[in-house]
């Protein structure tokens, strides 16, 4: 069974990207960087990079993180503890959606291997 169908599939991912965004644009260091965003495409590209990655599509997941992030980290708008804030965000999501430990686990730790992409280094 892949992580996909382990966390409950579509509708655990919509849940998780809404409450992780949720969290975000109400982050006084975070929201900043998407004020002028379209955050219904934000979290449409969300929920597919979510699935892809759970059901383990993702190849590539380096490069595209890093080229999404290219010009946030170019402009130095983006460090260590943007990222640290995201992560957190992310575990209390999945936290707040009952998802099983291991399992958060498991998450977290894909999304810890995708810092340097993430900061361009």
């Known amino acids: 069974m892949s992580l996909y169908d ?3 599939g579509a509708a655990a991912i919509d849940a998780a990207v809404d409450g992780f965004y949720g969290k975000v ?3 006084p260091l975070l929201s900043p960087l998407f004020a002028s965003m379209d955050m219904t495409a ?8 979510f699935a892809a990655v759970f059901k ?6 380096d490069g595209y ?23 957190l965000h992310l575990q ?7 998802v099983p ?3 958060v686990r498991q998450i977290m730790t894909a999304a810890a291997g995708l810092r340097n992409a993430v900061l361009n280094r």
Do not use: W
Not at 56 to 61: I, Q
């Open 6 to 8: 382990e966390v409950g």
């Open 25 to 27: 644009l109400a982050d």
């Open 42 to 49: 934000m979290r449409r590209k969300q929920k597919m990079f």
């Open 56 to 61: 383990g599509e993702a190849n590539g997941a």
């Open 65 to 87: 993180m890093r080229s999404a992030h290219k010009r946030l980290v170019d402009d130095g708008l983006i460090g260590d503890a943007h990222f640290d804030a995201v992560a």
């Open 92 to 98: 209390a999501t999945l936290e707040d959606l009952s």
């Open 101 to 103: 430990g291991h399992l």
